[in-house]
């Protein structure tokens, strides 16, 4: 089994002898990571960038310049740069099919983030297949390797915006309890429960989705503060779904 | 509990921002759901204003909140021509963003047809109308509920104008 190599710092282990350019290089990528997670995107758009430029230096078939373009790709998605996102998962998907075949975790990242996009976009028609073959892969690969729970969440969502709540409803379960089994009290719980939350009241089962707001934005508050517009979206669903309940 | 979104939203995005707008609507439906027509145009037309400046005047976003503009100022006498301009608009948004066929097309042209049988004006009651039908009869068959909506003010209008040709 071929080793993850979600983070620079295991290429780092698992290729000794460029030292020097994999040292500065994961450093950067790391350092990105970092911004991207507390939210700061210019930073990590910029170590990135200078990464791409220094990646496409490496000798061919090095799996470090798909690893920039997708983690920039993530980057520029964020903050809604979406052409320039959009180059880059497929450019990633391209040479991540070449270097490990038609199934690998990174291949799988590589399309559901840019079914995410499609998502962001509202254009479910698109992200749909995207998503779907992310899901089918990641639920092929062993699950320390693939990210089932964020295929699950996103293609739930899909689904639900398409009006198909059946289907929704099973995969965002899924999710929700996949990452509840991780982490009971995260963001992304969080999110699944607005997800669901959503599919509950598209069926008419208001009670069961203001349970959902409401431990979503109990669990938002929790973790990312009250201030946080992740958790005033949560408290947004939980005010309407009560308006709605009262009027009928 | 809608004030404080509103409050961490602007705080977060700043005073313009597609979230901020979101959430003036919603504290506009609150007030029309408490009967306060007036609160709730300030509040649209504030949305709107934002959501214009933010995604350029032929958004077919904007078509929302002119509805729900339009939705409220039709109740109101001396308020019905605005109410009139905001749906004309509205269709205008979205037969140019979302095509001769599409549904939301069909609900400003469904609104608007009311807005004429309202004011008596069955010809164009019956023309608007009979589009929204047209339009909801292709997209989801004869008998969802949304052609329903459509087919009975659309006989209204035509057995008026029968009446008035009668008389």
Aim: charged share 30%.
């Amino acid at each position: 089994m071929r080793v993850a190599t979600h983070l620079g710092a295991l290429l780092l282990l698992t290729v000794p002898g460029f030292a020097d350019s994999v040292e500065d290089w994961a450093k950067a990528e790391n350092a990105a990571a970092a911004a991207s997670k507390a939210g700061r995107f210019h930073q990590a758009e910029q170590l990135l960038q200078q990464n791409e430029s220094f990646a496409r230096t490496f000798p061919p078939k090095d799996a470090r310049l798909p690893r920039t373009l997708l983690d920039l790709a993530h980057v520029y998605r964020a903050e809604g740069k979406y052409s320039e996102a959009l180059a880059r998962y497929e450019r990633a998907q391209r040479i991540y099919s070449e270097l490990y075949g038609a199934q690998s975790s990174e291949l799988a990242e590589a399309f559901n983030g840019e079914g995410e996009l499609y998502k962001n976009l509202g254009d479910y028609e698109k992200a749909q297949p995207l998503l779907e073959k992310a899901l089918a892969m990641r639920e092929k690969l062993p699950p320390e390797e693939a990210n089932l729970a964020q295929s699950k969440n996103d293609l739930g969502e899909v689904y639900s915006a398409l009006g198909q709540y059946h289907k929704a409803e099973t995969l965002l379960q899924d999710a929700l309890n996949l990452r509840k089994s991780r982490a009971p009290e995260s963001t992304e719980v969080g999110q699944s429960l607005i997800a669901l939350g959503i599919v509950y009241e598209k069926t008419s089962r208001s009670g069961q989705a203001e349970d959902c707001y409401r431990q979503a934005a109990s669990i938002l508050g929790k973790v990312l503060g009250d201030d946080h517009p992740d958790y005033a979206n949560a408290i947004e669903h939980l005010a309407l779904v009560c308006v709605a309940r009262k009027d009928f | 509990m809608l004030d404080r979104v509103l409050d961490i939203r602007r705080k977060a995005y700043g005073p313009e921002h597609r979230d901020v707008a979101t959430s003036l609507e919603d504290l506009a439906g609150l007030k029309r759901a408490e009967n306060k027509p007036r609160e709730a145009a300030q509040l649209y037309e504030q949305s709107l204003a934002m959501l214009e400046k933010i995604l350029g005047p032929d958004s077919p976003d904007l078509a929302p909140d002119l509805n729900n503009l339009a939705a409220i100022d039709e109740l109101i006498p001396d308020k019905q021509q605005e109410a009139e301009q905001f749906f004309v608009r509205a269709i205008a948004l979205d037969e140019k963003a979302l095509g001769p066929d599409s549904p939301d097309l069909a609900t400003d042209l469904n609104n608007l047809g009311l807005l004429y049988l309202l004011t008596k004006r069955y010809q164009r009651a019956a023309d608007t109308l009979g589009r929204a039908l047209e339009i909801r009869r292709k997209a989801f068959g004869d008998s969802d509920p949304l052609v329903k909506e459509s087919l009975g003010p659309y006989n209204t209008a035509l057995r008026a104008l029968r009446q008035s040709a009668a008389k």
